[in-house]
């Protein structure tokens, strides 16, 4: 970080995901986190509309992690408020979801079908707050229009983490912000 304290100092963030892009992104919003990750089949969830299924597989995540937590039994020794924070993003090219490409060769097809055209890119967040249950999520979706791509540029991004992956700071600072709220006072 930049040397500033990290704003949570009076709640604890456990980011549920792999994404570099999205460690990279609460760093930036001057946040400190612990990783836990979900592994789950995320193909085994299928919703037709994009809003639906970044829903449901940030929800998915985030349960699977608090199985986790529970059966290891560090959910019954948070003792402080903690969030956990799950994500997901999806692509809509030509009216088809596409989500993370399955190899390499699929991540230059997806590149090269969006040189020179659009497509929107839909995400969700997730803030489970593990001590009070609260769970508030949201979704938000980008029109991006791209110019023409360079296949050197497509040969750079083709094996790189998260070229489009990330998370909204608007909305997750919002989301965070009202998972802490105690509705019981």
Do not use: H
């Amino acid at each position: 970080m930049d040397g500033n304290p990290p704003k949570n100092q009076s709640f604890e963030i456990i980011l549920g995901s792999s994404s570099i892009a999205r460690r990279r992104i609460l760093a930036e919003m001057g946040y400190d986190f612990t990783i836990l990750t979900a592994d789950i089949d995320e193909k085994s969830i299928r919703k037709e509309n994009p809003e639906d299924l970044v829903t449901a597989l940030a929800e998915a995540k985030a349960d699977a992690i608090m199985t986790k937590l529970k059966s290891s039994g560090q959910l019954e020794e948070i003792l402080r408020p903690t969030l956990l924070l799950t994500a997901d993003t999806v692509v809509v090219y030509d009216g088809n979801i596409r989500e993370k490409p399955s190899s390499e060769e699929e991540a230059r097809q997806f590149i090269r079908d969006y040189s020179g055209s659009s497509a929107t890119v839909v995400g969700s967040v997730l803030v489970t707050n593990l001590l009070t249950g609260r769970r508030i999520g949201g979704w938000e979706s980008a029109e991006v229009y791209l110019l023409d791509i360079p296949d050197e540029v497509t040969d750079s991004l083709v094996g790189s983490a998260d070229c489009v992956m990330g998370l909204s700071k608007a909305l997750t600072e919002k989301l965070i912000q009202d998972a802490l709220i105690d509705d019981t006072k």
